[in-house]
């Protein structure tokens, strides 16, 4: 922490499944308190899947905190804090898209919102996709479909694709990969 800046107490405010919501007391340059949120995440892992002819599949899914459906990336949260996000991304690749790929490439690291949450999210490339079965969950609902990454680019300009990890994830990859 900053010399300037020194946490004197958090105190746990909810716990979830996912989250934990802490109210931080901080000192301010030995003068005064302030209290900041922070939000524990246990972390996640995402995947960037190309089919052979280039193109990206993506998932469509409700989200509930937007009221609406996303078209993203594969993802999902790590089972524990110590699982490997590549372990993580391979599960989530297969249980989403009913592909696998035991050679994913890491491509990146996100921290989605730096200023109240440590969520941190591996991002892999999976590029040898092999057919096997989809394992949805009995509440996820998940539409598939392959997109050239030109389209992707439009997606997200048009602000169709909004969700940061997989904006991030799929300029990274279209920088990396020259498409």
């Not at 800046?5 to 105190?11: A, D, G, L, T, V």
């Not at 249980?95 to 696998?100: A, K, L």
């Not at 009995?138 to 030109?150: G, H, N, P, R, S």
Request: one cysteine or more; a negative charge.
């Amino acid at each position: 922490m900053s010399e300037n800046i020194k946490r004197i107490n958090r105190e746990l405010k909810f716990k979830g499944s996912i989250l934990e919501f802490y109210q931080d007391t901080m000192e301010i340059n030995g003068d005064h308190t302030a209290v900041w949120d922070f939000i524990h995440h246990k972390g996640a892992a995402a995947v960037v899947p190309v089919l052979e002819d280039g193109r990206i599949l993506m998932v469509r899914q409700y989200r509930n905190a937007l009221e609406r459906e996303t078209l993203e990336i594969p993802a999902g949260a790590l089972d524990a804090a110590d699982e490997p996000g590549i372990v993580c991304a391979m599960r989530e690749l297969e249980e989403e898209t009913g592909y696998r790929d035991d050679t994913l490439e890491h491509l990146i690291t996100l921290r989605t919102t730096v200023a109240f949450c440590d969520e941190r999210i591996e991002v892999f490339v999976a590029r040898n996709l092999t057919p096997s079965k989809q394992h949805l969950d009995e509440d996820e609902f998940i539409e598939l479909k392959a997109y050239t990454m030109e389209e992707l680019k439009q997606k997200i300009f048009s602000k169709e694709i909004e969700d940061s990890k997989t904006v991030a994830a799929l300029m990274a990859y279209a920088v990396k990969y020259g498409c």
